[in-house]
């Protein structure tokens, strides 16, 4: 019997590996809520939102898992099988990174200084923004691969791929700002706290830098 993911592939290799990017970017979403909810000091609504992320990221293994069990072997695909695994290996660092920050958050009840505030909310959309660009270059693969890779599409799929670039170099400028801000107020909470601040701001950095190997992978797509 065809699997439900079968008949997908059927359509476009390119389908199953958007609705992963989907809850990738829905991930980053609930991170920026819980985030929110944990300056508030908000731990009922911190903990609904920690269940809805740990289901969103087990539903992305799942469909990962899938996708890599039904993804095409011999049928001619219109790009690389291994360079659609890669991605989908990529997208799924984004999940991890998520699940990663949002566990000490929300099972240690941390929230991050008052100071280091504006600029975690500032660093939070610009992720959110920077997710949401990349999954929009995602979705415009159909395009590309239904129109032969022509000119006009490769035009437009690179611009965007342009945009998300610079986009991730704003969140890396960002991630810089927190962690100097962090290391001048870091004296002033627990040493262990410290340690798990850091480790959050590392996986923030992750998160952008997933989202930039996005691109890339994207981009190496555009050139075979």
């Known amino acids: 019997m065809t699997s439900p993911l079968g008949k997908l592939f059927g359509r476009s290799p390119i389908v199953p590996i958007q609705q992963h990017m989907q809850l990738a970017q829905e991930t980053v979403q609930l991170l920026c809520e819980l985030l929110s909810a944990s300056a508030d000091q908000d731990w009922t609504r911190v903990a609904a939102i920690h269940s809805v992320i740990d289901n969103t990221t087990a539903e992305a293994r799942k469909l990962r898992r899938e996708i890599r069990q039904h993804l095409p072997r011999s049928l001619l695909l219109a790009v690389p099988r291994s360079d659609l695994l890669e991605l989908l290996d990529i997208q799924n660092r984004i999940t991890v990174c998520v699940r990663e920050i949002a566990r000490p958050v929300a099972l240690r009840g941390m929230q991050f200084p008052a100071p280091l505030r504006t600029v975690l909310d500032k660093l939070c959309s610009l992720l959110a923004a920077t997710v949401g660009e990349a999954l929009t270059a995602i979705r415009e693969l159909d395009e590309l691969i239904s129109q032969g890779f022509g000119k006009h599409e490769r035009k437009i799929i690179a611009k965007m791929l342009s945009s998300l670039e610079r986009q991730v170099r704003r969140c890396d400028t960002q991630q810089q700002r927190l962690v100097r801000q962090l ?12 340690v798990f601040y850091h480790q959050i701001a590392a996986a923030l950095a992750e998160l952008g830098d997933a989202c930039g190997e996005v691109g890339e992978q994207l981009e190496l797509l555009l050139a075979r």
């Not at 290391?183 to 410290?194: G, H, T, Y």
């Open 183 to 194: 290391s001048k107020v870091e004296d002033s909470f627990p040493v262990l706290d410290a």
